[in-house]
């Protein structure tokens, strides 16, 4: 069956997510002596840090730093995450718009769900049992905007928790 691509039409609706590879992953309990820290923050900050093209094929590398913070603002664990999500695409290379716009509303948003088991798993290997990371809610992104950066923070999020050790 041939597919049949309209000349115009968006990057996002000619692409195909083909692989997800996890590139690098780094995570430290910082406080190891400290077995009571009582309530901590969990925070997240997404972003695309990479994006490339070769001949029908585009990669985005997805940066993602989730830490814990104590109520007396010391780090509890540090982990940081790089998923490369890999895409085919169908008909006109993109432009450079078109490529920062793709960025800002689709690789966070694939790779999402990745990044949420990673760090359960890690949280739980280092004895620490956070809450799971929420779904990221899409924010509308201006096609027109050609300022976008591929370093352009996607989001920042906070979740307050009670740890209890035992």
């Known amino acids: 069956m041939t597919k049949v691509v309209k000349l115009n039409e968006p990057l996002v609706l000619r692409c195909e997510l083909s692989e997800v590879l996890l590139m690098s992953c780094e995570c430290e309990r ?5 077995q009571d820290f009582g309530p901590y923050e969990l925070r997240y900050e ?11 094929s585009l990669w985005s590398d997805v940066k993602t730093q989730v830490f ?3 109520d007396s603002g010391k780090k509890i664990f540090d982990i940081l995450i790089v998923f490369r999500l890999e895409y ?7 432009d450079e718009q078109e490529l920062r716009y793709f960025e800002a509303s689709t690789p966070v948003f694939q790779a999402w769900p990745y990044v949420r088991e990673l760090v359960q798993n890690l949280a739980q290997r280092m004895q ?17 905007d050609v300022k976008l950066s591929a370093k352009k923070q996607i989001g920042r999020r906070v979740i307050k928790r009670v740890a209890v050790k035992k």
Not at 46 to 56: F, G, L
Not at 128 to 144: E, G, H, M, S, W
Request: proline fraction near 16%.
């Open 128 to 144: 620490f049992n956070p809450p799971p990371l929420p779904l990221i809610k899409r924010k509308p992104v201006d096609a027109t």
């Open 46 to 56: 997404p972003s695309v840090s990479e994006t490339r093209i070769k001949d029908d």
């Open 68 to 70: 814990s913070l104590s």
């Open 30 to 34: 910082i406080n190891k002596e400290d």
């Open 88 to 94: 085919r695409f169908t008909g006109k290379t993109p």
